[in-house]
Structure formats: structure tokens, C-alpha cells
Nanobody
Framework: EVQLVESGGGSVQAGGSLRLSCSFS????????MMWYRQAPGKDCEMVAHITNYGTTWYEDFVKGRLTISRDNAKSTLYLQMSNLLPEDTAMYYC??????????WGQGTQVTVSS
């Protein structure tokens, strides 16, 4: 059984930073690509960052240069370092892995709120 537990969200002012973590189990940590999604109120669930098992990364254009995805397979943890946050980054953030699909309907998530 796959389990994903996100943490690290909070409320910050614009320009601030947060580090999200996703502790995972039941996922082949060395062989699965993993990703972060977010969903703002009234908006679609969108992928914002992706990392392959080789460490290759991809970012949605709006977050490039501000968000950094990384993983520690030994600790079974996925991270999202967020800096220079904008009010537009306010959303619930979720992690997922290959084959699980968008997690916004079933994941626990962690809330990020950025005030101007």
C-alpha cells in the first residue's frame, strides 16, 4: 500500500520561504519518478515540479527559479524548497509518484498561504 504524507506548509509573507516534505512508503524509492502538485481554490490540480529516479527535474514555467524539487531515497522523502513566494502560490500542495495520477482528490496535502 502506497502512503504519502506531506508536511511543512504554513503561512508566510510574499518573498518568504518554505520547505515542504513528503514522506513516502510503498513506492519503489529508487525507481519511481515523483512529483509535486498544487490546487488553489476554484482552480485545477496542476503539476508544478517533477523529478525522475535519476534526478532529472522539470518545473512549470511560473515556478521556475523559485521552487526546487529534490529527493532523498535513503530517507524515503521528497522535498520542495520554495523561495521568493508570491500570493499566487497559495494552494494546497500534494506529492505523488509514477502511476498514481493527480493526488488532489485523494491526497492529504499541506496548505501554503502567502500574504501580500
Amino acid at each position: 500500500e502506497v502512503q504519502l504524507v506531506e508536511s511543512g506548509g504554513g503561512s508566510v509573507q510574499a518573498g518568504g520561504s518554505l520547505r515542504l516534505s513528503c514522506s513516502f512508503s510503498g513506492v519503489p524509492s529508487g525507481s519511481s519518478a515523483m512529483m509535486w502538485y498544487r490546487q488553489a481554490p476554484g482552480k485545477d490540480c496542476e503539476m508544478v515540479a517533477h523529478i525522475t529516479n535519476y534526478g532529472t527535474t522539470w518545473y512549470e514555467d511560473f515556478v521556475k527559479g523559485r521552487l526546487t524539487i529534490s529527493r532523498d531515497n535513503a530517507k524515503s522523502t521528497l522535498y520542495l524548497q520554495m523561495s521568493n513566494l508570491l500570493p499566487e502560490d497559495t494552494a494546497m500542495y500534494y506529492c505523488s509518484a509514477d502511476g498514481l495520477g493527480p493526488p488532489c482528490d485523494w491526497g492529504q496535502g499541506t496548505q501554503v498561504t502567502v500574504s501580500s
